[in-house]
């Protein structure tokens, strides 16, 4: 249960109900260490922090994916002239790379006949793209339903993968300028639309990705 209170819940609302489910069934009422814990929630849990970037890449991970991005075959025993040649090899390679995937993001374009897909593979890299094609198929299986309102310009969705609706996501849509929003906050913690989004957007045939949701560090001409 405390897996999902770090990283499984979609709301605070959803992590206050897992929490007080687990303090109950264990009793950790009077535990002063795990009430420690809770009041730094915020820095923990993922549900709290929806509303700051992160690329996706959880706290936790941090350490992990940088040592994997790096590879970098140094220690505290490694000699000094030993570390330089390490260095300017990992330096080296860096550059291959980025070179080898710039090229390939220049010449290799995704076979799709899908509009929206088309535009996604014009913007973006290859794994970028990549991610947004398993959002944008999982939004084909999705459901959604509007919801009553008297505003004028802006439309309410509940957007699941369930057609009895039982675990939702809103979406709001400001008509006149193609603007949403999520509860699920994908774009603003990730910068990429997550599939509620992308069933609205289908389901009033807009084609193309808004500019507003194109963020340059994930596009060909980052550089």
């Known amino acids: 249960m405390f897996h999902k209170c770090l990283s499984g819940c979609d709301s605070e609302s959803d992590f206050e109900d897992c929490w007080h ?14 009430d420690r814990l809770y009041g730094l929630r915020d820095k923990w849990c993922t549900a709290l922090s929806k509303d700051i970037f992160s690329a996706g890449i959880l706290s936790s991970q941090r350490v992990e994916v940088t040592n994997r991005a790096i590879s970098f075959k140094a220690n505290k025993t490694t000699k000094l002239l030993e570390f330089f040649h390490i260095f300017e090899a990992t330096v080296k390679r860096w550059r291959s790379t980025e070179k080898s995937d710039n090229f390939r993001c220049t010449t290799e374009r995704p076979r799709t006949t899908t509009k929206i897909l088309k535009h996604a593979a014009e913007v973006y890299t290859l794994n970028l793209y990549k991610n947004f094609r398993l959002e944008f198929e999982t939004s084909l299986g999705a459901y959604a339903r509007e919801k009553a309102t008297s505003m004028q310009y802006v439309k309410f969705f509940d957007v699941s993968l369930d057609e009895d ?30 599939f509620h989004i992308i069933k609205i957007m289908l389901m009033y045939n807009i084609l193309a990705i808004p500019e507003r949701y194109i963020l340059k560090r994930w596009t060909k001409l980052a550089k």
């Open 165 to 194: 609706y039982l675990h939702t996501y809103q979406v709001i849509y400001y008509t006149q300028n193609n603007e949403f929003m999520c509860s699920c906050m994908c774009f603003t913690e990730t910068g990429l639309l997550c």
């Open 21 to 34: 489910k687990m303090v109950q069934k264990h009793g950790l009422e009077k535990k002063e260490w795990f």
